[in-house]
């Protein structure tokens, strides 16, 4: 894994700063130039779902070359699984990359600190910026600049079932993790159902380090802050969950498992984003019956305070791009209100900017379901670049935790080390 910039890399950052000059959005004069006058061909790398979600990018892609007819797009259907490293790979050596992809949020830090995007502020790309919600615009900031367009967002909630909840004579969904595990006890005793299934990604895990005042790291410090007390009590609490409130896990196929499970009304409540609603309404316990699957915000920990990691993707532009105008008109155009409005209604997903909210949009349940807590409880991840890495001795140690293979101090420890080595020069608060 990356710990710093080789020289090989540094070399290549320089070379694309210089490169990006030459792109404006004056002409030669100091004026700033027309879009009608700007031409050209730029790539696109789209990650959206190939089947479900790209026609609806693919027809405002058609839309924006009828807008501005000087510029074509290449757009090119990248898999999510496969853009990161194919974007680095092809950003460092300065062939083959695209001249706008859809980023990942957690990714944002790591190519702005590589160089490998171009900062946005005071660009075409990055216009009406008080319309976007707060949380999703600050997934694009890094050291004070703009690296990204928001473009579409999400968060995790608490999904559950209402009728297993009335059954159970639960007025009201859980508000704090310790009603969460005294209220699966209940639907338990009271319908059969279990009361929740734990998912072992360590991405879960957040919620419940954040709502008891924990996180990863603190870059202001330079501290790992993984092994503290407050991280302690976020474990203990997930251990405690696991053991008392939910249904067995199995390690191998938690996620298809605990879906099935939910969705087939065998499990009443789970941490779950937007993205699984689709499939959740396929299932017994909703299907013909939407209504019944219920929306909240995740529990709150002993900090009184629900927060849960805001997810979705931006738009970013390639520092290296040839044509950084083109690019950066295209980019306004996929994340104006009207592109937004298009995307929601075509893809179910959530828009960043707040005008996008039409009754239209919000009719989608999801999308109705998901909005107050975006704003309630979302916030964006710790702003580092190696934040995608750290997250994989975090899941290794928790699985160990969950499991009983190592206890919460020990599991914490061992992951706080694994940080160090990803994080020179951070000690461990």
């Avoid at 605990?258 to 789970?270: E, I, P």
């Avoid at 155009?333 to 009207?338: A, K, Q, V």
């Amino acid at each position: 894994m990356r710990r710093g910039i080789s020289i090989a890399a540094a070399v290549t950052v320089v070379a694309l700063a210089a490169s990006a000059c030459g792109g404006s959005d004056s002409d030669s004069s100091g004026k700033p130039k027309d879009p009608k006058d700007v031409s050209g061909t730029i790539t696109y790398w789209d990650t959206s779902d190939a089947a479900t979600e790209a026609p609806t990018y693919k027809a405002l892609v058609k839309q924006f070359e009828a807008k501005y007819p000087k510029i074509k797009v290449n757009y090119q259907s990248v898999p999510f699984t496969d853009v990161e490293q194919k974007f680095k790979s092809a950003a460092k050596s300065g062939k083959g990359a695209p001249d706008v992809v859809r980023t990942d949020v957690g990714l944002m830090a790591e190519y702005a600190s590589l160089g490998y995007i171009a900062p946005l502020d005071g660009t075409p790309a990055l216009k009406d910026t008080a319309d976007f919600t707060a949380t999703p615009l600050n997934t694009a900031k890094y050291n004070g600049k703009t690296y990204g367009v928001p473009s579409v967002t999400d968060t995790l909630g608490l999904l559950y079932n209402k009728k297993l909840l009335r059954q159970a004579g639960i007025a009201e969904p859980p508000a704090t993790w310790d009603e969460f595990i005294a209220d699966a006890k209940t639907i338990k005793q009271k319908t059969g159902a279990y009361g929740t299934y734990v998912n072992p990604d360590s991405y879960f895990l957040l919620p419940l380090l954040y709502s008891n005042g924990a996180d990863l790291a603190d870059p202001s410090a330079k501290k790992i802050t993984i092994s503290d007390a407050a991280a302690v009590t976020a474990l203990t609490t997930a251990k405690k969950i696991n053991d008392e409130a939910s249904m067995k896990v199995d390690f191998a196929n938690a996620y298809q498992n605990m879906q099935t499970a939910f969705k087939n009304g065998k499990v009443a409540m789970l941490i779950q984003g937007p993205w699984s609603v689709g499939d959740d309404l396929t299932g017994s316990a909703f299907k013909g019956d939407e209504a019944n699957l219920g929306f909240a915000s995740v529990p709150a920990g002993a900090g009184g305070k629900a927060q849960a990691p805001t997810g979705g993707h931006n738009l970013t532009v390639y520092q290296g791009s040839g044509n950084l105008d083109a690019s950066y008109l295209f980019t306004q155009f996929m994340t104006s209100t009207e592109s937004q409005i298009a995307v929601a209604k075509g893809t179910g997903t959530l828009p960043t900017r707040t005008s996008a909210y039409t009754s239209e949009v919000t009719a989608d349940p999801k999308i109705a379901g998901f909005k107050p807590l975006l704003e309630r409880t979302a916030r964006p991840r710790v702003a580092l670049p190696q934040v995608g890495s750290l997250f994989t001795p975090l899941q290794q140690n928790y699985v160990k935790v969950l499991q009983g293979d190592q206890s919460v101090e020990g599991g914490l420890d061992a992951t706080a080390k694994e940080f160090q080595k990803l994080l020179p020069g951070y000690s461990v608060g």
